[in-house]
Each structure stands twice: as C-alpha cells, then as structure tokens.
C-alpha cells in the first residue's frame, strides 16, 4: 500500500498535458489558458474622471471660487477644447478629462446657476481623476497557464483579447460495473440499486473542464468488461467504478491487464479509497490512463475529490498539486488515527467542523449533507475540539 502522497505523484506522471485549442472569449470561463494573454492597449486608453461632476485647474478649486461651464465630457464623447483659469467642465464618470483640467469637483459640492458654478463649504481633496494606464498596459500579460475565473474573463476582455489558446478538454470515459446496478428512471429488481456515483463523478469531472463518455453499465463478466472497455478507446483518461476489491465478483483490475493496463499502483493507505487502481492502457486503448475507483458510493467519490481532480488539472496544463485544503476549528474531539489517512465527512458550518457521527462508505446521504472532509494524516494524535485541522472544501 502506497500513501496518499506517493499515489498523486504517480497519478502526475502519468499525466501528461494535453494539445491546445482555440476558443472565443464567452466560452473561455473554467478552461485552463496555455498561451499567455497580451493586453492590445492601455487601460484605461485615456485619463478618466472617477466621479460625476466639473473638471477644473486643481489650484483654483477653492472653497466659494467661482467658474464658467464651457461645455461636457461624457463617457465616449471626450470635449474638444482646453480649460482655461476661471473654467470648468461638467463631466461624467468615466469620461475622459478635457486638456488643462486637473481636477474634479463632485457635482454634490457645487450650485449651479446657469453657466455658473460655485464651489461649497464641503469640498473634499479630490482630485477623482484616473491616470491613463493605471489597471494595465499595452503589452502586459496574462500569464499561462492559469484557470480562467469570471474575473479573468473581464479582464481578457478589457484587454481586447476575443480569441483564448486553452487546453483541450479531457475525455473521461466513465465506466460503473456491477450486475446490481440500473440507471436513474429505470425500474430496479429487488437486488438491485441505482448507479449514483456514476452521476456524482460525471458532475465532479465536468465542474473539472472534462467532458464524460458515459458508457453503459458493465456488468460482472470478463465479456461485459471487455466490451465496455473497448467502448473506452480514444479517450484521454478511462475511469472505472467499483468491482476494483478483492470480492470474486472484482473483475476491473483482472480484465484491464490484460487488455495491456500497466498499472502503476493497487491500494493507498487511505480510507475511504483503499481498493484505488491506476495505469496507462495498452496501445490498442490509445495508451489512455486508468484510474479504477472502488465502487463503494462515498469511496469512489472521495477519490474523485482527492485523485481525479487533481489528475484533470494537470491534464489540462495547470502545474500538478493536490486538491486545495481549507482550515477551520474542530467542533468536537475527535481519537488518534490509525495508520491509514482518513477523509472524515464533517458538517462546515461558520463555527467549524462537525465529524459526521458515521463514517460509513455506503452513506451519499451524510455524504450530500457534509461540505467538508476533515483530512487526517496517518498516525494523527488525537484532537481536541477547538484545534485548527485541514479540510477537503466539498
Ligand atoms: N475482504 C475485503 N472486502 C472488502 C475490502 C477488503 O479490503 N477486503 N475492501 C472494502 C472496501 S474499503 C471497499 S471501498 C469496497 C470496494 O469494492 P469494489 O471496488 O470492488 O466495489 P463493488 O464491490 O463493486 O461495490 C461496492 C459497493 O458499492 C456499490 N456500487 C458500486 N458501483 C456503484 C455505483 N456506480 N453506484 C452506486 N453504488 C455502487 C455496490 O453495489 C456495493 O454495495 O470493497 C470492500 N470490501
Ligand atoms: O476504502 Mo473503502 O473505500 O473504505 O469503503
């Protein structure tokens, strides 16, 4: 048994960053950037005003001094001429500052007579003038690569870049096993259950960037497996669901070899997760990566969590790292740890962390209602409530 460390780093190096493809800006949002970003001007193009009011000379700005309005500077509509002593300009946010203005006066802090204007007792300091160039450059970078947040995108487009060089999408063909299992909407026998974490995994992997191949349910026969898996070929990462313990039933790990899988590794000092598979398949299956999830619900899930994500990261070009953690108080003690790393589900509430009273692989519904899983190193002490601990953000 590998630990949890050991296991992602064999996970990276068989992760190797996809091609590249281009797309529009609007399609840009949770993709992975691999080529830099360059700004095609400065932003912003001009100095702007930050307020709605008069642009005047700084110095003349005076509490009771007097001014002409000349004429207006609004948002895309600049004035012509130059302020002169004794002038203003009535302007508006965002509208660039008429040449020899070097102030703006809120509009709150004047009267106004006709073309006139007067300055009040309230006059604040200003200037409430932005510098052409203060949020970016012509030239300045978006470094790749990087994971496009909408924020990014904003700023993609304020630098005028509409097209992106992103990471391809992943491909994950997704396959769940087990002669138990029918689909959501479909009428189970008595011995039969729902393929759930099917559903959970494809959301997690698609929240990812990937794009999923769901294929039909395997059942618990080399026949099935075989023609599943070959259902698989062309994908970029094939992932299996249950049948990956040691049961008679537990075929995954028998078939893919020898359908050429060289695997890499088989269990991880981890619960839940403990029956993890992974490898490159042979070359008639593109060389894919496997990674073979134990079947039960919470299992498969956390290892999605803690490997798969991460895996699908670096597929897309992001530098290889773990799942980021959070951290938060401990609400209640909790014993020392054994030898395995363990994921606790826990209630996060603004307080902190709750250990679910089961920690039961079967249970999705604890599962559903926890947003965190407490991470507990191998050999952890014990902890007391209050304590700060790492945690899985769900
Ligand atoms: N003698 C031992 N038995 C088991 C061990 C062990 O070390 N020695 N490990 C246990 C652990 S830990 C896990 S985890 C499970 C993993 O088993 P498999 O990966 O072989 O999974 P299955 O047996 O196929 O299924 C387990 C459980 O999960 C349900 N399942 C499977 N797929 C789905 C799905 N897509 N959606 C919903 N539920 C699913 C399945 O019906 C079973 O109830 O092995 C332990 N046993
Ligand atoms: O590791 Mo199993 O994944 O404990 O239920």
Known sequence: MISVDEALAQLFALAQPLGTEEVPLR?????????DAVARRDQPPFAGSAMDGYALIAEEAVVGAS????????AGHRFDGTVSAGQAVRIFTGAPIPDGATRVVLQEDVTREGDRITLGERLDTGPHIRAAGIDFRAGDRLTAPRLLRPADVA??????????????????????????LVLPGEDPGPDQ????????LEALFRAHGATVRLLPLARDSRASLEATFALAS?????????????????????????????????????????????????????????????GNPVSAMVCGHVFVAPVLRALQGLPPAPAPLAR??????????GPRAHY??????????????????????????AGALIMRPPEAPAARAGEILPYLPL
């Open 328 to 337: 938060a108080p401990l609400l209640e003690d909790l014993p020392a740890n």
């Open 234 to 294: 062309g994908a970029d990462l094939v992932v299996t669901i249950g049948g990956a313990s040691v049961g008679d039933h537990d075929l995954v790990g028998r078939v893919a070899a020898d359908l050429g899988m060289e695997q890499s590794f088989y269990k991880v000092a981890m619960r839940p997760g403990k029956p993890l598979m992974a490898g490159r398949m042979g070359a008639e299956m593109g060389g894919a990566m496997m990674i073979g999830l134990p």
């Open 67 to 74: 001014f002409e309005v000349i004429g207006e500077s609004a």
């Open 344 to 369: 606790m589900r826990a209630l996060l509430s603004p307080e902190g962390l709750r250990p679910a009273g089961s920690q039961d692989s079967s249970l999705l519904s604890l599962l559903s209602e």
């Open 155 to 180: 700023l993609l487009a304020a630098m005028n870049a509409p097209r992106l060089t992103v990471s391809r999408r992943p491909e994950v063909a997704l396959i769940s096993t087990g002669d138990e």
């Open 193 to 200: 259950i729902i393929a759930s974490n099917t559903f959970g």
């Open 27 to 35: 399609e840009a949002a949770g993709r992975v950037l691999r080529e």
